[in-house]
């Protein structure tokens, strides 16, 4: 599997687009297909937020490009399948894209299969963070290198490619930690808060290259990683009441704020970090 690529079929089929909260409920909405023809890599979607931003944007249309770095070959297909029945377009690209060589292979891979990128999603990323007293400095370094280097190399090979084709969008995966402190993820709020500012400062030096750059601010997101903890009665009921909208969210939730950010309909956006969190930023907490 390593530094191999898996195609799935291209299939378009029904004209709905399906959204799940937590109750199993289904939104069903019209199929736009605003991202027919274009080209999307996705990092980190073989589960959670990037695999939720996979689903929508396969509802669109997309060419996709998905990662993992730990994925096995069994889930590979399942998820190459799931995007196929969604109307999808996708090849895999097994690594780590904290990795310079890893990069360039799904560049090149990219390029190959679908000739441009549109789209870049730097969604890749680790928890596991602590209190500084309590981290390494193998551990800091691990957190910054996957969930802050990644960004800054992956946009430093792939905006040359977008400059070459007339422009491009991408969209970088940060959190409500990079905005305040908590208890205990020292590494991880410090690298999300380089996200957020690593995407104002490279919206600065090339949206004039019609290059939109901006990031979505994530709130608590019912994930495979975050179950759980979601399955803590206790835990569920105290964060809940945190959130306004008395609710986690869910990856498509994500996946739609990506969708809107990698559209024409943001084109005038640039440098902006878009808070998708239920509201939770704006309580103030006693």
């Known amino acids: 599997m390593s530094g191999g690529f898996i195609s ?10 399906i959204l799940h909260d937590n109750n199993g409920t289904h939104f069903v909405k019209e199929k736009s297909m ?3 023809g274009k080209t999307a890599i996705v990092t980190g979607s073989a589960r959670g937020i990037g695999r939720g931003i996979a689903r929508v944007f396969a509802r669109e249309g997309a060419n996709l490009v998905l990662n993992s770095r ?7 297909s ?3 399948e799931e995007m196929r029945q969604l109307g999808g377009n996708a090849i895999f690209v097994k690594g780590d894209v904290s990795n310079e060589t890893v990069i360039e292979d799904l560049v090149q891979k990219t390029l190959t299969a679908f000739k441009r990128i549109d789209i870049l999603v730097n969604n890749a990323g680790i928890g ?3 209190a500084v007293l309590d981290t390494s400095l193998e551990l800091w370094e691990k957190i910054l290198r996957i969930d802050l280097t990644s960004v800054f190399l992956f946009s430093k090979r792939v905006i040359p490619e977008m400059i070459k084709q007339g422009g491009g969008k991408i969209v970088n995966i940060s959190s409500t930690y990079a905005n305040f402190g908590s208890r205990g993820v020292a590494a991880y709020c410090a690298a999300k808060a380089g996200v957020s500012s690593l995407t104002r400062q490279m919206a600065v030096d090339y949206s004039s290259q019609n290059i939109n750059i901006n990031a979505i601010i994530v709130g608590f997101i019912e994930t495979e990683m975050t179950r759980n903890k979601w399955t803590d009665q206790n835990y569920r009921e105290g964060m809940i009441q945190t959130i306004p909208v008395r609710r986690s969210g869910t990856p498509e939730e994500i996946g739609y704020a990506a969708l809107f950010l990698s ?5 005038f956006i640039c440098g902006h970090n878009l808070v998708v969190d239920g ?8």
Do not use: M, P
């Open 34 to 36: 605003k991202l027919k």
């Open 78 to 80: 399942e998820l190459l």
């Open 8 to 17: 799935a079929a291209k299939r378009f089929s029904g004209q709905e687009r």
């Open 70 to 76: 730990t994925a096995d070959e069994r889930a590979v």
């Open 128 to 130: 596991g963070s602590k």
């Open 263 to 267: 559209t024409e309909d943001s084109r």
């Open 279 to 286: 509201g939770q930023g704006i309580l103030q907490h006693f």
